[in-house]
T-cell receptor, first 109, second 115 residues
Framework: GIQVEQSPPDLILQEGANSTLRCNFS?????LQWFHQNPWGQLINLFY???GTKQNGRLSATTVATERYSLLYISSSQTTDSGVYFC???????????FGTGTRLKVLA | ETGVTQTPRHLVMGMTNKKSLKCEQH?????MYWYKQSAKKPLELMFV???????ENNSVPSRFSPECPNSSHLFLHLHTLQPEDSALYLC??????????????FGPGTRLTVL
């Protein structure tokens, strides 16, 4: 089956630092999303990005579908960025999103 | 109300109880999903409904029984659960079942504890 791997699994940053989270997948996809799960469990949509680059404030994401990876950039991190970041991919020709195991981010004040 | 809502937010039940989780989406979407998130595990897809018809039962035990009376509402009926069923149960919806674009939106989840 498809593999969705996220790295790093854990990340600790000082407030104000920048970071890059990576999502590798093993098959061609037609949908890809990045989520932030807050401490209360809510999954918040960050980006819908099956290909290309998008930016939203301090966050940006790039997906290179031909090379089967996506990157999430967080700049000038804040303590409210803490939580778990998931990527989820939908394989072409299917209707199921497969979630990665997540990157747990902690931003220290 | 906007987006996807779930009730209750927290539920504690004994193994012999029967309870139901409710999900409602206010986005005009046609597909709805139940996911289970256990500690230290990736999200697991449980059930998928498209236009009120179940299209996926991902090898879920029969003690979990979904119901989709219309495209806006989704229920998960629970009975004779086991302690290992304790988890966060998340509901999601999307505009369509397959194809693209197909962005999923999640509710806040129900944190279930089975004693």
């Amino acid at each position: 089956g498809i593999q969705v791997e996220q790295s790093p699994p854990d990340l600790i940053l000082q407030e104000g630092a920048n970071s890059t989270l990576r999502c590798n997948f093993s098959d061609s996809v037609n949908n890809l999303q990045w989520f932030h799960q807050n401490p209360w469990g809510q999954l918040i949509n960050l980006f819908y990005i099956p290909s290309g680059t998008k930016q939203n404030g301090r966050l940006s994401a790039t997906t290179v579908a031909t090379e089967r990876y996506s990157l999430l950039y967080i700049s000038s991190s804040q303590t409210t960025d803490s939580g778990v970041y998931f990527c989820a991919v939908m394989i072409s020709g299917t209707y199921k999103y497969i979630f990665g195991t997540g990157t747990r981010l902690k931003v220290l004040a | 109300e906007t987006g996807v809502t779930q009730t209750p937010r927290h539920l504690v039940m004994g193994m012999t109880n029967k309870k139901s989780l409710k999900c409602e989406q206010h986005l005009g979407h046609n597909a709805m999903y139940w996911y289970k998130q256990s500690a230290k595990k990736p999200l697991e897809l449980m059930f998928v409904y498209s236009l009120e018809e179940r299209v996926e039962n991902n090898s879920v035990p029969s003690r979990f029984s979904p119901e989709c009376p219309n495209s806006s509402h989704l229920f998960l009926h629970l009975h004779t659960l086991q302690p290992e069923d304790s988890a966060l149960y998340l509901c999601a919806s999307s505009q369509r079942l397959a194809g693209s674009p197909n962005e999923q939106f999640f509710g806040p989840g129900t944190r279930l504890t089975v004693l």
